[in-house]
C-alpha cells in the first residue's frame, strides 16, 4: 500500500495531474481527496490559475491553504478514508525562504509528519536540479533547499515516479508491487 508518494518532473511536466490521478486511484470509488495548495494568490494570473486547477479537479476534493506550516496540515488532514495532495513541495520551499523560517527545521517537521501520517500522503516536488548551476547565492540555496527536500521526502516514501512529457517514470515502488510486477512479466 501506498503510504507517502512523491510525483517530481520539470515545470509543465505534467506532475500535479499524474498526481492528481494517483490520488484519485488511491481514494477508491468512495474516498475522499484533501488537496493542500502551498501557492498564495498574489496577482489576477494566479487567482484565475488557482480557480482553474479547483474546477479541473472537480467535486469531492476539499481544499485547504498551508503556505507555511504544511506539517501541521498534514498532521490534520491525513487519515484513514482520506488521501491527502500537496501541491507543491517547491513553492513551499520558497515560501519559507522569502518568510524568514527555518527551512531545514520545517523541512525535518514535514518529514517528521509524513511518517506520522495516518493516512495516503502524495506530494508533488518541481526537479529543479537538472539545469544549469544558478548564478546567485539565494538561487543556489532555493535550489539546494528542495533537492535536499526530494531527497528527504524520497526516503520515507514507498512510490515515487519522475514526470516527463507527460509520461511517469517510476522510480520507487511498494515491495509488494514489485513483486507482482515480476510475475505479470513471467
Known amino acids: 500500500m501506498t503510504r507517502v508518494a512523491l510525483v517530481t518532473g520539470g515545470a509543465r511536466s505534467g506532475k500535479s495531474a499524474h498526481a492528481e490521478a494517483l490520488a484519485r486511484r488511491l481514494a477508491g470509488a468512495r474516498g475522499a481527496c484533501t488537496y493542500i495548495a502551498t501557492a498564495e494568490a498574489f496577482d489576477d494570473e494566479m ?3 488557482i480557480a482553474q486547477h479547483r474546477a479541473q479537479r472537480g467535486a469531492g476534493w476539499t481544499t485547504r491553504e498551508a503556505p507555511l506550516d504544511l506539517a501541521a496540515a498534514i498532521g490534520e488532514e491525513a487519515r484513514p478514508g482520506r ?4 501541491d507543491c513541495l517547491t513553492v513551499w520551499i520558497g515560501n519559507l525562504m522569502h518568510a524568514g523560517r527555518d527551512v531545514a527545521a520545517d523541512c525535518a517537521a514535514l518529514v ?3 511518517a506520522a501520517a495516518r493516512g495516503p500522503v502524495v506530494l508533488v516536488a518541481r526537479e529543479v536540479g537538472l539545469g544549469i548551476v544558478p548564478d546567485n547565492a539565494m538561487a543556489r540555496e532555493f535550489r539546494d533547499h528542495a533537492g535536499r527536500l526530494s531527497q528527504a521526502v524520497a526516503a520515507v516514501a514507498t512510490h515515487v515516479d519522475l514526470v516527463a512529457a507527460g509520461l511517469p517514470l517510476a522510480l520507487k515502488r511498494p515491495r509488494r508491487a514489485r513483486r507482482q510486477a515480476r510475475k505479470t512479466r513471467r
Open 47 to 49: 487567482r484565475a490559475r
Open 112 to 114: 517528521a509528519a509524513l
Open 83 to 86: 488521501v491527502v495532495l500537496v
